[in-house]
Each structure stands twice: as C-alpha cells, then as structure tokens.
C-alpha cells in the first residue's frame, strides 16, 4: 500500500505533462505583433532625417567632400570607403529602418483607407530613394525590402536612370492620394513634419518633383528638358510649392537630451570631448571674403554658421597646442594636410557648428569653451527649403538664358529668412540679432548681385549655385549632387593645391608671418559617388556588384562629366 | 543495539539473506597497506556463498560463516581483492590496485556506468587537485588537463568570465559552451552583458562562477554526442557534471569530520611591455601634447608646458609657478598605475553520518581583490546537505546551497566608439613623459585631470569612478528520493531548481568623456529560474550464469526556464556623488522582458554486456518543445555505442600489456529554438516629442522553424602497459551538425538585418589524446607526467542556399567574425590593403605608404590548429611538487593593445626610429587600385622612405593601418602551474586534534612565450574581449592576464 503512494509520488509529475498546454508558452509577453500606423510613422520620419544628416548619416562625410568641414577622419583624403561607419549606419537606417516601416504604413494604409498615411509614405519613400541614388548612383529598388512580401533576400541593384521616373511616377501618386477627401483615419502629431497637413506634403512632393527635373536637365535633349521643367513650373498653381520658410521640408529636433531629440551632429560636436568635425578653411574664406570669387564681401551668417571657442587675441591656445588655421578666433584644419600641426589635439579651441546648422551656439563673441548646454540642439534637418527652390529656379532662368536677379535677390533674401528661422527655432537664451533685413544684409545681397550682373554667363551660374552652397550649409546631399552635374561651386582642390597658406597675422601666438605654409596633398581623386556599404550590404549581398573599382569616374547618370 | 542494526543495514546493503543457524562467527580488522588505516565500508563476503558484511568505522567486521564456507573474500572499491582463510582475529591488508578498471563514471542524467563499459570518451577531475593552488576560477583547471576541452581566459580582472569549448563550435549562433549540470540541474554559464562589450561595459562574469569550488566532488567532462545524447537538446556542445558534495551526502559511517582549507595569494600583471624611454609625446622628433611618443629625445629639451592647466590651477602648490615641467622619461609610469592584488579563500566542510543518515556542510568565503585599483570579487557560499536511508528502503537525500558573488570593476571597450570610456584607453599605452601616477588624478571636487581630457579619462579617475557593481545570488536546491522495489528493479525520483539573480549597477561619472561629462548610470536585474525533474526507473539483472548482463533505464524529464531583465538607463547625475537612479535627471527604460520556456523529454536506454567485456548501448530519447512550432516541437534522436575490452575477451593480458579497450559510438542529439523565435514582431521604442514610437524588428523570423541535429561518430581506444604504469586514451571524432537554427544575415536592401530560420552544416572533426606514464612509481617516491593533445578543425560546409557569407557577430566595421562556406567558423574579415596580382602591396607614390582597398577579406582564423597540455607530479616521502606547461598552436588574435602599443611608439620595438623606411612594393594608383606602370609595361619599385613614425601612425603597420596587420598568430608556450608541498605525516598528527595537515605552495602562469607577437609588447594572445561569448579572436585593449603567488593550507580534524 505504502510502495503504492510511492509510485505515485514519483509518476505525479509524468502524469502532468498530459496536458499539452504546459508546452504553449511560446507566444511573445514582451513584444507586439502588431502596432497601428501612428507609431510608425514618427519612426519613419526620424530615420529618414538620420539616414541623411550630419553627426549620424550621409551629411557627415559628404559636409567633408563638399569643403564646408575639415575632418582627420577617412573622409579628409576623400576616402570613406563602404566599411565606414556612417555609410553602413545610413545604409541601415535607410532600408530597415525608414524604408521597411514604410511600406508597412502603405500597406496598412491602403488597408484601412487612409489616404494620407499611403500618400505622405510615397512622396517620402520618393524622397528617401532619390536621395540615395544621387549619392550612390544604381541601388536597390525594385527588389527592395521585399522579403517580408516576396521572400526576396538579396535584391538586386537597379540602374539610377531606371528608377528617376519612377519616382516622379510615385510622386504624382502621393499627391492624388493627399488631394483626396479627408478619410476617418488620417494623421496628427504623429506626422513630426507637417502635423498632418495634406497641403504641405502636396506643397513638398511638387518641390521634390521640380528638384528631381531640374537634376537631370543635362540629361539627353537639354532644350527639350528646360521647356518641360518650364511647363511644370506653369502648371503647378503657386499655391502647390512650397512658398514659404515654414512651409519648408524640414525634420523639427527639440532641445530634449533624453531619449536624445537634439539635431544629431549637436552633440557630436557640443557633447562629445573628442569633436570630429572642424569647418573648413575654404568655406571660411569664403564668407570671409578672403576668396577671389566674393572677394571683400564679408557675409553676415557667419555668427550664425560657426562658433568659435577661441578668443581672437588670445595668444595660449585652450589645448596647449599650436595651430594649423588661425585667423583670430577662428582655428581649424585643412583638407588632405600633411601639416605638422595636424594632428594636433584642439578640441576646446577649434571652431564648431553654430546655430543654424545644428542647434549650436550663436556666436556672440563671448569665446566659451562649448559644452552640452552651450546650445540648444534644436535646429531642424532641412531636407528641401523655400530657399532650395528659389536657388533651383534662379538655375533655370539662368540656364536658359534669362535674366535671374529678382530670383536670386529673393533667393539669397530667403536664404537670411531662413537663418532667422533657424535661430528663432534653436536659440536657448541668447540675445540673437535679426538677420533678415539688417543693414549688413542688405550690403551684402547688393554686393553678390553687383557681382552677378557684372559676371559671364558662367560667372552667373556659379554665383546662383554658390549662394545655395552656402545657404544649405548642414544639409550637405543636394551640394554634392549640384558639384556632380553643374561643376559648381568650385571646391577646393587638394591635388593642385601643393600648398596652402594660413592668414598672415591671424595667430596672434606667432610672430606675423611666422604661420608656415602646409602641405596638402590626396592620392585619390574627387569621389563622383559614395562606395555601396560593405558590412551591411555587399559583404552578404550575393546579387550585389563589386564594389566600385574606381570611385572618381562618373557614375550617376546626370553627372557632369557622363 | 546500535552495532546490531548496523550490521543488519549492512546486510541489507551486500543483499544477503537469511543467517545459517549452523553457522560460525569470525571476527577480523581490515588496513590499508599503503597507510596502515582501518579500511572503512570494505566488503566481507564468504566465498561461495551469498553470506557478506562490511567493516565499520574502526575497519573491524564480524560475520556468520556457514558450515561451507571456508575463505572470505575482501573487497574495497581502488583496491586488489584478496582471499583468506576464514578464522577468528584475522587481520588483513588490502593494497592498492592498479589493475582494475571499474572505476565508476557519472554519465548523461546521473546514470553511473563502470568506465569498462563506456563507449565513448569521458573524463573525470579531482577537484582536491585544483584546491591545492590558489585557483579562484575552477573552470581554468580544465585547461590542458582534459583533452577535447578549449579553456579560454577574458581580462586579467577579478571574477572575469572563462570561455570553454568542447569539441569545437558545432552552433552558428548558439553560445557553443557545454552545459552544465549541477547535481542534474543545468545552470547556464551565459554571461549577462549590461553593455555592449564592443562600446564599454565590464570584464563580467560568467555563470559559472557562482558555483563554490569548495563543495564540488566530481566532475565529469562528458565530451561527444554520444556520451550527452540523453541530455538532448541542450548537449551537442558536451556536458560538465558536477556533483556536490552536498548534493550527494552517502550512507557514510563517520564522527564529524572538519576540514579547513585556506588560501592566500597575491595576483600581478603577468607581464607589462618593455617600454622605451628615449622619447617622450609628439610626433617626427617633435615635442607636442600628443598621444603618441613619436616626439622629441629626452634631453633635447629642458621643459614642456604642464599638459592641462586644471593640474596648476587646482593645486598650484605642487606645480612649477611658471607653469612648465621636466621633459624626462617616466619609466615606471605604467607600472604605477597598478598593485599587488591579494586572493584570500577560507572553507570549512563538515560532514559525518551514522551509515543511514549523513549530513555535508560547505562554508566558504573567497576575497579577491585585483591589480587593478577598486577590482575587486568575492564570493560567500553555504551549501547544506543530508541524506537518510528510511525504515522502509526508502533513501531520500536532499541539499540546498546558496552564494552571493560580488564583482566589482572598470569599464572596457573601444574607446574610439563614439561615446565610449575605456579604462584601458591609454593606460598600458601612456607618452613616455606622462606621470599619470605621480599627479592629482581628479579635481577637488572629482572631476578629472588628464593630459587631454577631451581624449581620455585619466586611468586613475576612470578606475575609481566610471565602475561595473554586480552582485549574484544564486539558490540551488534538491531532492531526490531512491527505491529498490524489486531485486532487479528501482526506481528515483529528482527535483531541482537553480535561481540565479543578478543585480548590476554601471556607472559613468559626471566628468568622463562618456555621456558628455553629465554622468550615466544602468542598472541591470536580471533573473533566471530553472527547474529540473527527472524521473528513472532502471531494471538491471545477470542472466545465463552470469555471462549476460541487462540493464534498461526509462526516463521521464521536464525543464522549466523563466527569465526576466529589467534593464534602466539614468541620464544625468543631479548631485554628485550618489549613484541612485532617482538621483538623475531623465530615466529610461532599457529593457523589461520576461521570457519562458519548457521541455518535455522520455527516453530509455539499454545496456547489454556480454562477460564483462563486451558491452553494447542504445539509447532514444523523445523531446517536446515548447519553443517550436506545434507541428514540429515533437522530434526523437538515438545513440548507439559500445566497447570491447580485447585484453580481456582474448586473454592477452601479460606483464608488458596490461589492458586493451576499442571503443565507438554513434549518436544524433536534436536542438530546439530560442523562445520567441518564430513571429516577426515590433519594438516599441521610446517616444519623440510626446508621441510613441514603434519599429518592425530588424530580425525577421521563420514560422515553420525545425528543430537542428547534430550527428557525431567517435571511434577510441585505451591502451595501457607495464601493469597500467602507462596509458593511452585516444580518441577520433567527427561532428555534423545540420539544419542549424540560426540568423542568415540580410543585406539592409532586403528590409531586415537577419532571418531566422533553418540552415546550413557545420563540421568538427578532431582527435584527442590523453597520456599518463608512471615513471617511477616506489612507496616513497613517485614521479608521473599527464599529456593531452587536442586538435579540431571547424569548418562551415554549408550556409543556406545562394547565402555567401553571414556576420557571426558584428564588432567593428572594419574587422568582425563571419561564417562562410568552406570558412573555419567565425574567420576574421577585416580591411586590407592593395596588392598586386602576386600579392605584393601597392604603395602610394604620394606619400610611400600603403593604400586601403574597399573590400574586405579574410584576415585571421581564431581557432587554434592544435593544444598540447603535460603535467609532472613528483611525490616523495611526504613532499609533492606538480608543474603544468601547455601551449596553443596557432589561432588568430586581432589585437588593439598591440596595435596601439606599436602605433604610440610607447614600446622597445619602435625604439629604432631615427633612419627611414622603405616599405617592399609598387606604386599603385589609389583610385583603382592597380599597380602603376612605366613606359615599357613595368611596375615600379617603390623607393619613398618613410619614417618610423608614419611606418606606424600612418596608412601601413599599426594605429590607421588596415586589420589585416594587427591580426597576429597566437601561439603561445605556458608554464601554467607549479605547486609544491607537504603531507604532514599522520604519526606527527597523532597526537594533535588534526587528522592531516597539508601545506602547499603554488604559482600561476609564470611564464609564457608568444612567438609571434611583437616582442616587447609581451601581450598575451589568452586575452579576449568577449568573455564567454563565441566571437573569439578579437581584443580590444583588454586587462592584461595575471600572475599568481600562493600559499595553500588544508587541515582535517
């Protein structure tokens, strides 16, 4: 009897797997199967803005090759290869992350009938892939992220001048879909950008569409093309591009530190001790002046463009170092140096980002060693401003041999509205002066359009795309597409350069005249595309190419020299 | 009375029945001949009867002999069986046997097998050895003491993980360790990373570690497939087993006996760099603030401007007023970052019974501080068990042990990581001129002062600021209960548990680099509760006269497993100084999961033998798995294997060949999934600007997931000669597994970074051989040598269809492991520079150095080609001294201390810097890639001289270059171990209150020989990053190993 129970004991717990429910544990407490579109899509916007802004994306090395920042990292040789961090990282950001979540919001979209959800997520995936193929020529399209529907694992590249039309083709269909009648789910603040404006996307896709046209005008017949850029311009009521500052396609940061919602090369530069990214020499001179193309015209954004930690008299750099750039305040680096002072750790003495490119700093002339509450981080990425377009259509008036002066005059004004914008979004608590309008605004739009009207033809041009050079200052993508198919602005050009001389009596440390010239020199030449990301993309890509063998030949189908 | 059920229990035990009533009592006593003890438990039986008894605890034994009985046989497990005339008072000596070989092993679910009948390898630890040595980590002992088994160390800091491998990595994603069975439940030895060890977090701890070396009684290391089968899903990478001491209390027949063991050593850094001190900071021969010592001779220059200002500002009382200091080399200023660390381990274990109830008791307390300043790991353990033989036959046995482990650390990693603080950032690498040690390290108020704070933490600062807490308690507990319901037939029944909690704490004060100098602090709690129940019911009898004997067991197994982590993320510390979650500004959370998994199992297994020397196993067990999909969470594996004891089958047994074993075994062990792995889900991710966020996960899955095999065949032979003074074990193996459970990784294109799912073959096929040669084996002076030679090559034969490659884990952009077909398992692939079609590199005609080429290659191959481990043990009268060296054949390292301490130009190697280099090769065009050639179709020599400098700083050898040369060849030669020490003689001890005393004196890692490592580096190519994770051969700026001094007393009374 007893041995009985202690059978019993002992099978009791065989006995209870019978029930085969013990095993049905396996469904997921700690993750969703699903989630309604309202969480997706800020997650798409914010990602979209990484893939491409300085600090976190392709803005990072691109700041560099387009000759706004000077940096000791593989860009500064014009060597950011596919391993490099930022291009993986933008190459993740971009398919996974923004893109992936996209075509879920489409599909769910056109599931539910919201229009709106399907129409904001063509004009971005638009957006998002021709920016990737201006940058990276032939690319993933139409086998992208189709592993979820298709059970594609290794999409194929598709050719650049392949996909342009059918963007513009998913363009018009976003805007059908957003000039649609207001459906039972549309969106709110979920839509970081626009709030849910169906206008302003429709505003936005127009702008993208006359980018697009205009970026491929040298493209085949170029006569052909100007009348249809024309057309498109007189079709499309005023009322439907963007028209104003704040109408502008931008991604709104705020000041908030965590989780981090500040401008991502803010504290990269504010934060961070060991700061990567100096501004450059060439652009320096530039605004200053100092180069022969705007030659004595100083121009009033730089408070707004950059900070400088140093105080212009001080003669003990805050590193303990010397410099390779000096010019009072103002201490950087050059491109392709082989300088002595290169290397040189000046980290709390080199000039930084200001306000208008990330949320830095207006500079005052106070001199701070700047620190993650000298700023606020709160500027927006600009993906394609009221600015932009002014630029963009000052270029085809000119192309066309028109007259551009009313253009670029309310292009360059728009460009100091927008400095104003900037500063009005992402100042903390400094007294920052109004731009717009301001004396030394005035002075200076005068002195660029004395130049223009005197200026050839060429002259003109390269006044029109450099004025946008200098205004998109922190959006880099669009400069570097400009460089490739217009030849301008003329960029600095390590390779003939040999060597480069700092301002004589800009380093009040050295006896004038002392500052030694410093060798600049780079094996490879400029790079007409970025290299395809390796670790995340053709290191497990069976159906990708090789990696470009030779970066400095033309490549994207509107380059210049195709 | 008590002596009378004594005896009745005993002869209860030897299954003896009823006494003769025409039977004679005779008395005797039983010694050992070697130590002239009473022989306790010896088995007393009549010969040709079933009349027997055992001795008692005085050695002394009575028993009823039966008018046909006339000898008695005396047996006793390790000793020769010897027959005596059965007559009153006899006295009889039992010596020691060498020959037999019935040594009992503990295999797969507890089952105990006679080594004889085994068919596949498993081998067997004396932990008392490792307790002699100062040892704080037991796993270690394994190293080059157990062929087959891979024994890898982390970072040279308190209670840093171990690494082990058995058999290669037979898992694409799994962590390839054994498990680990703890008195029959499996505690993993997984290590909880807090932090991406790639970007920061600690030298953490393994699983392992919160097991007290002081109660282990066994371990078994079952190797192959075979040997593990029954433990199924969890054991295609073998199987440790340990058994407690309190977990396995027996029917012993003892007064109370304490045994004390205490040890103390002290731990150093094994071996530091051979710093140059002709150069100080800078670079070309120049003076400047800089990280590398590339700058001017000492000499040439009488002063430098203080680095950082804070240091005079602050304390200007101990600065110069000019505000300039000596330019003088600091020879030691490496050295005086760091101290001597102490090792204190005390245990006291208790135990006696009665012969039907016996009781264990392990105290311990370990206190461990490191050569790091602020390291420290201690670990406080209390293991409890006892065990009763009831009335009824009934023998239940139950144990419960507990230990809290505490570590305490500095933060890791790759510096360069963007917002990373490495402790080790500069520490080993510091400018010749640097006196780290010799200046303030922090401001008053704590913030701290470097050379270049924007750069680096100061070592100092970092070491006692920007620290990893972790506390670990772990509960395990037992019970187990065992009947004989018939002659051939019983039946047990265990049920354990093991609870492991975890609670970290990471902190990066308000001042580091890291963070942006505002602060950070991560807690981490973690929890990970396991219950195991296993029940048996095993039927064993002789047949045909002996001749055949069965045994048959049915098993029944259940697993539950639940995880829960909450991981929080505390930004901005509000008031110095208190490093609570509630004292920061913005909190996070990290991670709050909970994760769940169940296993059900029944299998049997058959053992047939056929006079002791042929014996024929099979074995199958069933798995249902809650992890898989329903229609295939069912999946049934089987094992076969058998030994054939030739010397004995055919008689050949002389002097010269003592006994001769072939042995082979087969088996297939199934694997399931990780939980959760079957649905694509979405991360909620934390809101932006007040609206929730979420994002479909990178890893999409495979609803349809299959469970993964691995198949194995092992052939082995024991060999051994001259009355067994020398043995052979050898074994040959190869391992298919298949139909892997792993992540194909995606291109980013495809929308996901990896898939879940079915795929692939691994192979590791390999050889193991284990030698013991007793050279002089006299009463008073032996001498002996233990040899193991372990090979495996690990090769991917297939990934899925089309796959080329797949990330094995993702560390670096420009260097991380892959998988790939044809690939050893998880092969470098790093950057590389241009060469031409011979494999001459291309130079840049600009500037003389190399140039980078895009893709990517293979540039090392972390699995060493073979190990080789000898051990001498030399014993006379009472002294013994033991020596351990092994040593690692090949395997790759990429190693960012070496890098670095060549690109700093900080050691002896760069030392000859003061002529140019040119660097053998052609010129090359950057942009394509491709040789330049002249005129007439050649390629041109290159002719550029460089400096030492640039040779490597700039695009070529070291700090800048390509990985491929920082991945160097780790061979390495070891002398591991050396213990010396003293039996004090029992006749000495008599008439003190002690029983034994020993006393030993003991080194670790004296000394080692990496052949092809930069010479003055002296980095020792044991050292990882990763811990006990798979992705091996990568380094980056890890503790440097240690040494170890000890001194080891062990007491009984």
Known sequence: ?562 | MRKLTFLLTCLFLVGVGLVNAQSRSVSGSVFSADDGQPVIGATVKVKGTTVGTITDTDGKFRINVPASGKNLLISFVGMKTIEVEAKNDVVIKLEADAKQMDEVVVTAVGIKRSQKSLGYAASTMAPEDALNKSQPDFLKELQGNVAGVDVRSSQGTPGAATRINIRGNSSFFGDNEPLIIVDGVPIGNDQVATTSQTSGGGAYSDGFSSIDPNDIATMTVLKGSAAAALYGSRASNGVIIIKTKSGNVGGMKKKLEVTLNSSWSTESIANLPDYQNLYGAGSNFSYSNANGSWGAKFGTLDSIPLQNSDWKKYYPKSFPSSGNIAYKAQPNNVKDLFKTGLVAENSINLAGGNGKSAFNVTLSNLDQTGYVPNSSYGRTSISVGGSSELANGLTIRGSVSFTNTKQLGSQFGENQVSGASSSFARALFLARNWDIAGQPYETPTGLPISTSNAQYDNPLWDFQHNTVNTNVDRVMSNFSAEYKILDWLSASYQLGSSIYSLDRKEIIDIGSRAAGGKGDIKTDIYRHAEFESNFLLTAQKDLFDDNFSVKFILGHNLNDQNTTRQANDGAEISVPGIYSLTNTKTQTVLEDAITQRRLVGVFGDLTLGYKNYVFLNVSGRNDWSSTLPIANRSYFYPAVSGSFIFSDALDIKSDLFSIGKIRAGWAKVGNDASAYSLVNTYGVLTPFNGQATASVGSASKDPNLQPEFTQEVELGTMLEFFKRRLAFDFTWYNKISTNQIGSISLPASSGFSSYLTNFGKIQNTGVELDATAKVIDNRDFKWSFHYTFTKNKNTVLELANGVERIQLNGVLDNISPYLEKGMPFGYLRGTVNYRDAQGNLLIDPKTGLLIPDPNQKMVGDPNPDYKMGLGTTVTYKNFFLSAHFDMTKGGDIYSVTVNTLLGRGVTQDTQDREHTWVIPGYYGDANTGKPILDASGNKIANTIQVTTNDLYFGNSFAINGQTEFSVYDATVYRFRELTFGYDFNKKLLAKTPFGSATISFSAYNLWFYAPNIPKHTNFDPETNSYGSTSTQGIELSAAPSTRRLGVNLKLTF
């Open chain 1, 1 to 562: 009897m007893k041995m009985k129970k202690i059978f019993l004991l002992f099978f009791l717990p065989a006995l209870l797997v019978g029930c085969t429910t013990w095993l049905d544990v396996n469904k997921d407490p700690n993750n969703p199967t699903d989630v309604p579109m309202t969480l997706l899509l800020p997650t798409i916007e914010i990602n979209a803005a990484y893939t491409l802004a300085p600090g976190q994306g392709l803005g990072e090395d691109l700041a560099v090759y387009t000759h706004q920042v000077s940096t000791r990292e593989a860009a500064n040789v014009y060597n950011a290869d596919g391993n490099e961090f930022y291009l993986n990282q933008a190459w993740n950001s971009m398919y996974i992350t923004t893109l992936q979540n996209l075509d879920n919001v489409i599909v769910k979209a056109d599931a539910s009938n919201a229009p709106y959800y399907s129409g904001i997520g063509k004009i971005l995936k638009a957006y998002m892939f021709s920016q990737f193929v201006d940058v990276f020529g032939d690319i993933p399209f139409s086998q992208a992220n189709k592993k979820a529907s298709d059970g594609i694992l290794y999409p194929k590249f598709d050719k650049s001048a392949d996909i342009y039309p059918l963007l513009i083709a998913l363009l018009d269909s976003g805007i059908v879909d957003m000039k649609k009648p207001v459906a039972a789910i549309t969106p709110g603040a979920d839509d970081l950008i626009f709030g849910g404006s169906a206008k302003s996307w429709i505003k936005t896709a127009n702008t993208i569409k006359l980018k697009l046209l205009i970026q491929t005008r040298l493209v085949g017949d170029k006569a052909k093309n100007l009348a249809a850029i024309n057309t498109f311009l007189t079709a499309t009521p005023a009322t439907e591009l963007i028209g104003k500052t704040s109408e502008g396609f931008m991604f709104p940061y705020s000041s908030v530190r965590t989780p981090d919602q500040r401008h991502p090369a803010y504290p990269a530069t504010y934060e961070a001790t060991q700061k990567t990214d100096d501004m450059s020499p060439w652009f320096y001179e530039i605004l200053k002046g100092k180069n022969p193309l705007f030659s004595g015209i100083i121009d009033p954004r730089i408070p707004y463009y950059f900070y400088n930690q140093m105080d212009p008299k001080a003669t003990a750099g805050n590193d303990g170092n010397s410099f390779e750039y000096r010019d009072g305040g103002f201490v950087s680096i050059y491109f392709g140096s082989n300088g002595p002072d290169n290397g040189r750790a000046q980290d709390k003495s080199q000039t930084v980002y200001g306000i208008y490119p990330c949320g830095g700093r207006y500079d005052q002339g106070d001199a701070q060693v700047v620190s993650a509450t000298s700023g606020t981080g709160a500027a927006p990425y600009r993906f394609l401003t009221y600015a932009d377009r002014l630029f963009l259509e000052a270029e085809v008036i000119q192309a066309g041999g028109g007259d551009a002066t009313a253009k670029l005059t309310s292009a360059i004004t728009e460009a100091f509205k927008l400095v104003d914008y900037v500063a009005g979004k992402a100042n903390g608590s400094q007294s920052i002066p109004v731009l717009a309008g301001s004396s030394n605004a005035t002075d200076y739009i005068n002195a660029i359009i004395g130049l223009y009207t005197a200026g050839s033809a060429e002259k003109k041009m390269e006044i029109i795309m450099t004025q946008k050079w200098i205004s998109s200052f922190g959006s880099s993508i669009d400069q570097y597409t400009d460089y490739r198919r217009t030849g301008y602005p003329v960029l600095f050009d390590p390779n003939n350069a040999v060597s480069v001389t700092p301002p004589i009596g800009g380093d009040p440390s050295r006896t004038t005249g002392s500052d030694p010239a410093v060798n600049v020199s780079c094996p490879r030449g400029f790079p007409r595309s970025l290299p395809w990301a390796i670790t995340n993309e053709l290191n497990v890509n069976k159906n990708a190419p090789a990696e470009k063998s030779d970066l400095t030949s033309p490549y994207v189908f509107w380059d210049l020299k195709k």
